[in-house]
């Protein structure tokens, strides 16, 4: 007796694929991506690792933006995913 898969199981499956993808994806961004002349970038496995790391970078080096909120939204909107 053959079995047969229903849309649920391969939608299911669909999903854990892409999970897996965006797993092994890390995120990379610039200054440049920003607008700015700056030379800098990064790359990390995580947005969250990312972020930590341009936040101190921005700190360090332009230190005419404001830490807050709205910036670290604003960075994260520039990532990119890498693979």
Same mark, same amino acid.
């Given at each position: 007796?053959?079995?047969?898969?229903?849309?649920?199981?391969?939608?299911?499956?669909?999903?854990?694929?892409?999970?897996?993808?965006?797993?092994?994806?890390?995120?990379?961004?610039?200054?440049?991506?920003?607008? #700015?002349?700056?030379?800098?970038?990064? %790359?990390?496995? *995580? +947005?969250? !690792?990312?972020?930590?790391?341009?936040?101190?970078?921005? #700190?360090?080096?332009?230190?005419?933006? %404001?830490?807050? *909120? +709205?910036? !670290?939204?604003?960075?994260?909107?520039?990532?990119?995913?890498?693979?």
């Amino acid at each position: 007796m053959q079995k047969v898969r229903t849309n649920d199981a391969y939608r299911e499956d669909k999903q854990n694929i892409v999970q897996d993808l965006e797993s092994n994806m890390g995120k990379s961004i610039s200054c440049k991506d920003a607008g #700015k002349t700056c030379g800098w970038s990064a %790359t990390a496995e *995580s +947005e969250d !690792a990312l972020l930590k790391i341009t936040l101190e970078h921005v #700190k360090e080096h332009h230190k005419e933006l %404001t830490i807050n *909120s +709205e910036l !670290a939204k604003n960075i994260k909107s520039i990532m990119k995913d890498t693979k």
